[in-house]
């Protein structure tokens, strides 16, 4: 006869204890390759919606865009509704399928267009704007956590372009125009911390010798269906 001899109790209690010493040092791993892998598919979405940018723009059908020193943004995401830019397929935020705020922006610089992006899920996660050629960055340093509160100025541009779509307010027909002296074109004053500190983000504020130089005194929150030639 067979001796059919089972574990002890404390042969079943060293196992647990080991399965639970792996699973301490597994999961931080598991979880930290996740995120990285979701903070490269959110720079691609990034990526693929200024390709799909490129492509209106050079079209000419929504956007008709040669003022310089203006930042255009073009409103980008999965909502037919409120987006001038949609992908074919895909176009949500690996953290959250909802976007917050997406936008492609665009500046003109007499001789061709330059492209940027900046876009906040509801989850947080986000991209503050920055230039096409600078997402080749390491997606950890591009895609950070906390944007909703971190990108207050984007947050009132979309605020306000928001408000518009839904009719609310009566701002400029086809966009609305954010000015950093109002006196000189047709929109409201920005402010001027929260503009600079975005502007700033992207390379389109710099200081020089103490001073500081604008690429754009202009921005140009577009509708979500067209984007005429500023005012």
């Known amino acids: 006869m067979k001796n059919e001899k089972g574990f002890t109790l404390i042969e ?24 990285s892998s979701r ?32 930042l255009l943004l073009m409103p980008v995401g999965h909502n037919e509704k409120r987006s001038m830019v949609t992908l074919e397929s895909g176009g949500q935020s690996p953290y959250n399928s909802t976007w917050y705020m997406a936008y492609v922006g665009v500046v003109y610089n007499n001789e061709s267009y330059d492209y940027y992006f900046m876009g906040v899920d509801e989850s947080g996660q986000g991209i503050k704007l920055v230039k096409q050629d600078a997402m080749e ?16 100025y984007a947050s009132k541009l979309h605020t306000e372009y928001i408000k518009e779509t839904a009719g ?18 047709t929109g409201t004053a920005w402010t001027q911390i929260e503009a600079e500190e975005m502007l700033t983000d992207a390379g389109l504020v710099k200081t020089v ?23």
């Not at 960055?137 to 207050?152: D, P």
């Not at 009566?170 to 950093?180: L, Q, S, V």
């Not at 010798?209 to 030639?229: A, L, T």
């Open 209 to 231: 010798d103490g001073n500081k130089v604008y690429s754009v005194d202009r921005i140009y929150v577009c509708q979500f269906d067209y984007c005429p030639k500023a005012a």
């Open 39 to 70: 903070k490269s598919a959110y720079v691609d979405t990034a990526q693929q919606y200024i390709k799909a940018a490129v492509n209106v723009v050079n079209q000419g059908k929504k956007v008709q865009f040669y003022d310089e020193k203006t």
């Open 12 to 35: 079943l209690l060293a196992v647990i204890i080991i399965l639970g010493i792996l699973m301490l040092v597994a999961i931080p791993s598991v979880t930290t390759y996740i995120n």
């Open 168 to 185: 609310n307010a009566t701002t400029h027909t086809n966009g609305t125009i954010f000015c950093k002296d109002s006196s000189n074109c």
């Open 137 to 152: 960055k390491s997606a950890e340093e591009l895609v950070l956590a906390g944007q909703k509160t971190g990108m207050k």
